[in-house]
Nanobody
Framework: QVQLVESGGGLVQAGGSLRLSCAAS????????MGWYRQAPGKQRELVAT???????NYADSVKGRFTISRDNAKNTVYLQMISLKPEDTAVYFC?????????????WGQGTQVTVSS
């Protein structure tokens, strides 16, 4: 089992910055990929960015050049640095951790942190 606790959300004006953190505990050493997803009201949850244990990253087109995902494996923590925030970035942001198995993968989710960008 993996427990994830996010922090760093809040209210910011358009053009501002925020940094989200997600600390993993439990079987954190078994985690392969970590990532951030978001869900806006009335919309489906969508991928924001992911990072492998080796540091390979993947971003949604809508955040490329503005968001940076990073990971501290020693601290079992993943970060999302967000700059040039736009009102359309407003959503609940969820941390994800994936443990890749032989037969299936296990996904774990944090409780979510609200990010609100005012225009």
């Amino acid at each position: 089992q993996v427990q994830l606790v996010e922090s760093g959300g809040g209210l910011v004006q358009a053009g501002g910055s925020l940094r989200l953190s997600c600390a993993a505990s439990g079987s954190a050493r078994s985690i392969n990929d970590m990532g951030w997803y978001r869900q806006a009201p009335g919309k489906q949850r969508e991928l924001v960015a992911t990072i492998t244990s080796g540091g390979n990253t993947n971003y949604a087109d809508s955040v490329k050049g503005r968001f940076t995902i990073s990971r501290d494996n020693a601290k079992n923590t993943v970060y999302l640095q967000m700059i040039s925030l736009k009102p359309e970035d407003t959503a609940v942001y969820f941390c994800n951790a994936r443990i890749v198995g032989i037969l299936y993968d296990n996904d774990y989710w944090g409780q979510g942190t609200q990010v609100t960008v005012s225009s």
